[in-house]
């Protein structure tokens, strides 16, 4: 039974940081990606960042968080982490944890098969 569990949200202060953690079961990270999306009141869900762990790790992020948040991920652990530094007021969503892209489009959502159940972040101005 595959699930993700997502947790690490909370209120910062703009320039702020917060580390996300996606805790899994039911599966293992090879073969798949495994990302980070967020979703703002009113708007579209957006693909924040992923990563893929076999053949050596590759990642994606969106231009929106480049060179601020960094993706990890704890392979024996089987849990995924989001290290958010420098954080804005636009980056304050729900964020999700999502799993299952095979490699094509993984940063839309409609590509994962799985997802966690949200954790949110607030950053005041």
């Known amino acids: 039974d595959v699930q993700l569990q997502a947790s690490g949200g909370g209120l910062v202060q703009t320039g702020g940081s917060l580390r996300l953690s996606c805790a899994a079961s039911?599966?293992?990270?090879?073969?798949?990606?495994i990302g980070w999306f967020r979703q703002a009141p009113g708007k579209e869900r957006e693909g924040v960042s992923y990563?893929?762990?076999?053949?050596?790790?590759?990642?994606y992020y969106a231009d929106s968080v480049k060179g601020r948040f960094t993706i990890s991920s704890d392979n024996a652990k089987n849990t995924l982490y989001l290290q958010m530094q420098s954080l804005r007021p636009e980056d304050s969503a729900v964020y999700y944890c999502?799993?299952?892209?095979?490699?094509?489009?993984?940063?839309?959502?409609?590509?994962?098969?799985?997802w966690g159940q949200g954790t949110l972040v607030t950053v005041s101005s």
């Open positions: 039911g599966f293992t990270f090879d073969d798949y990606a």
């Open positions: 999502a799993w299952g892209c095979s490699g094509y489009l993984c940063s839309e959502g409609t590509t994962y098969e799985y």
């Open positions: 990563i893929f762990t076999s053949g050596g790790s590759s990642t």
